[in-house]
């Protein structure tokens, strides 16, 4: 009976994504809990796109009237580097950080910069966690092939990983991220390194990939400049839901690359705000299904057991991760320079 209460409260939310009012988002937050209790200000540091970060902010100052949450958007890079330059002053301009992939996570908590907090959510999570309470994965982003079906048949694109950097019929006419400044792209590229070696970034330059961000490989993809890209399934499906765009995902036949992106709490004594007390709230939110609500409707996948539906137009969360390819975060965290060097090295990056 409860697994059934529990499954209808999830299926109400989803509904209420699509309704009118409530929040910018889109998500209906007429009923939502109202956490008033929650004071202060708390400052985010995050690699979610800014479309997306403005629809939570409305649905956040509705759930917290009285705490002032404030973000700043990176891609994982610049994340780290602002991070790394704040260090050097004992204190982090930030409270909390929502960024792509574990892998940072670790080194963080490795530097004893981490607010370790017992979730009341950590038993109703899908994905691994922290044991000690120092990170929890907060939404699901996976990294797939897309193509545009009114340019290019089925049958003329890949539909593996590998194939796309392998097959010679894909040259000049490929786009990808880059691994240098994506934390998703970089999780990408150490999954690839492992599962193919080094040739792989060798193939990919013979191809003469083009590394650029998701918004312009969409955009060859819809003028035909570009047959295929590795990319993010949220921006594939957030196209699709709001452009009626024809653009369609393939999940890899030799896996998609499922990055479980952390939340975690600063250290009082190294944080802008010392407000971990407001933060231990915020995590709670945003892996209750109250939460996973909106990170739904910003086209991620729930990182919940009992979140009943995927994204708009997404394969069900179960059969992506049934078949993945999968990611060594150790290594990627320990390796991570080496597999960007290897990178650089194989693949021409356009000077930013």
Known sequence: MKKLLAWLLAALMVIGLSACGGSESGVDTTDMTVHDEVTGKVVIYTSMYQDIIDALEGTLADVFPNCEIEFFQGGTGTIQSKVTAELESGKLGCDMLMVAEPAYALELKELGLLHPYISTEKDNLAFDYDEEGYWYPVRISNMVLAYNPEMYTEDQVSHSLYDFAFDEGNTDLISMSNPLTSGTALASAVALYQAYGNDYFVALGARNVAVESGSVALTKLET??????????????????????????????????????????????KSANANSAACEVITDWFLSLEGQSAIVAGWMHSVRKDYPEPPFDALPTAEITANLLPVDWVYCYQHRSDVRTAFEDAVKIPES
């Open 224 to 269: 035909g400049e570009c047959k295929e890209v590795m990319i993010l399934e949220e921006s594939v499906l957030k196209k699709r839901e709001e452009e009626d765009s024809p653009i369609t995902c393939i999940y890899p036949e030799d896996g998609t690359i499922c990055c479980p992106s952390p939340i975690m709490t600063i250290e009082d004594d």
